[in-house]
């Protein structure tokens, strides 16, 4: 479960593009590297000068660290078995330095003498007999936390490598501020939750102060014992330096009342106990990393999901602010074309304009009829339907339509009835086998205006030169005369009705393009960011998932 859980991690980083220089990116590397191990790590922290190196030696029963120099560890040195006392260093060049002893501790693993560790050390790994060791277990030897930045980074990300923290203190000057801060941000807040506390130097107080001590410090390891075994306490009182000495003399009475016997028990046990569930072990750590990533996580997904929403909220508003143009752009187009279908609805023609065309044709004033009754009207609204076109081209940005361009019938045609009771007349003119009225009437309408008037009502006096017999009042005012007349101006209203209907018929089907268009917005919804949102969100459900499963 903990692979499957370091694998969500991972991608979650991932996603959320977290640096591996930064502070998360390093810890979940630092766990990577950890799941990967198959020792078990103690690592031995607490301020500069507490005791860890001197604790340590005690341990093993050897001067293996270095605890004479002032300042002392300026590296995290790694204890491991091997068959023979041996060190090796690894620098950042990947250069090896090895040696049969530790004395090349003292210029690789110290502080210098402006208590800075060497930058170019990458590694500090010392080998040493220990049947303690030989069951898999390592050993950290921490820089001191009371000092610089760079030692207290070392020791934050080596504390969350380990499986098992013991935690030094000095009991003279006991969980300063800086202390306490380190358990809570190092240790409690990182998912650290099992520390073994050493008091050391309780020797040097008096058996009250001692009892003291113990109380005030049973009160705070309370908090980190949740994976120990039962009947093991988190607590112990060893006094380093007078353990070291006892073991290095072989003193069983000292050894024994330094209390490092009983520290050493304990570490057996836990580091038995734990080993077998070593994946258990772990997991705390793990979860605390995923509870800041889940963090990461839905900070990520809230902002994401608001942006997407905010581009949805403005595509919406954008279309619908489209949606109503095109509303109001068809319904004035629609508007100014039905206007026009009803003014050349020929019923309407003929009750509206038959009669007054009849007078006009008959008077030769068929032109100032046209130019007064029909030519403002379809100027009027073919200029009303093209601005609706050109709106909706320049607010659509769709390609120009060619224009509504209606174009007037010819004029009217009177085709004059022959008398039925007169002689045919004399063929002796140009103008033999034609109507006379027809052909002054014609005339009238070619040569136009006041001169064309008077062509056409001279039409009784060419048709009584060319018969012989007719009299102008009685052609004027015959029924069949006026019916001639009648049938021209209903013959033009019906052309002005089926031409001005099929030049609008044919409108309508090129312009649909430009006045029902696919409506297209600016604002789009990024797939990308949508993509993402799915694998972010995706991400959270796997690692809340395997956290608590």
Known sequence: MNSSLLTHLQTAASKLEIEP???????LQTLVNKADRSNYQIAVFGPFNHGKSTLLNAILGNKTLPIDLIPTTGAAIKVVYGEKLATKITLTNGQVISAKNTDILTEFATLDDDRRMRDDVLEVEVSFPHPFLQTGVELIDLPGTNDRDEQDKLVRDRLLAADLVVNVL???????LGEREHLRDWLENRGINTVVFVANFTNMLEPEEQREIQHRLR??????????????SNLYRVDALPALRARLKGDDATLHTSGLSSFISALQSIVSHQKEELAEVRLPVLRSIGSEIQQLLQAQIANLSTK??????KRERE???????????????????????QWVYLPNLISFYQSPLTTAIKRGEFPNWE???????????????????????????TPSVEPLTIDLPEPPEVLLPEPSSSPP???????????????????????????GAVVAGSATTIAGKMSGERSPNLIDNSPEIFAAYNDAAADYLLRLNTEIVEIIKAYRLRAIVV????????????PQEQEKLINLKQCLTDISFHSES
Request: glycine share 6%; with cysteine.
């Open 515 to 526: 006045i029902n268009p696919e409506i297209k917005v600016d604002c789009q919804i990024d």
């Open 170 to 176: 000095d009991v003279r000057k006991l969980m300063t």
């Open 371 to 397: 130019s007064s009754n029909v030519r403002p009207r379809l100027q009027h609204s073919q200029k009303e339907i093209n601005d609706w076109i050109a709106k909706a081209e320049s607010f659509f940005n």
């Open 319 to 341: 279309l619908t602010l489209k949606r109503q143009a095109q509303q109001l752009i068809q319904t004035g187009w629609e508007t100014s074309l039905k206007e026009i279908e």
């Open 21 to 27: 220089t930064s502070r998360l990116g390093n810890d």
């Open 308 to 313: 997407i929403n905010e581009n949805i909220a």
């Open 425 to 451: 007349p004399t063929r002796t003119s140009s103008l033999e086998g034609f109507t006379p009225a027809a052909i002054a009437t014609g005339l009238g309408w070619v040569l136009g205006g006041p001169l």
């Open 219 to 232: 009160f705070v390891a309370e908090s980190f014992r949740s994976q120990l075994p039962p009947g093991i």
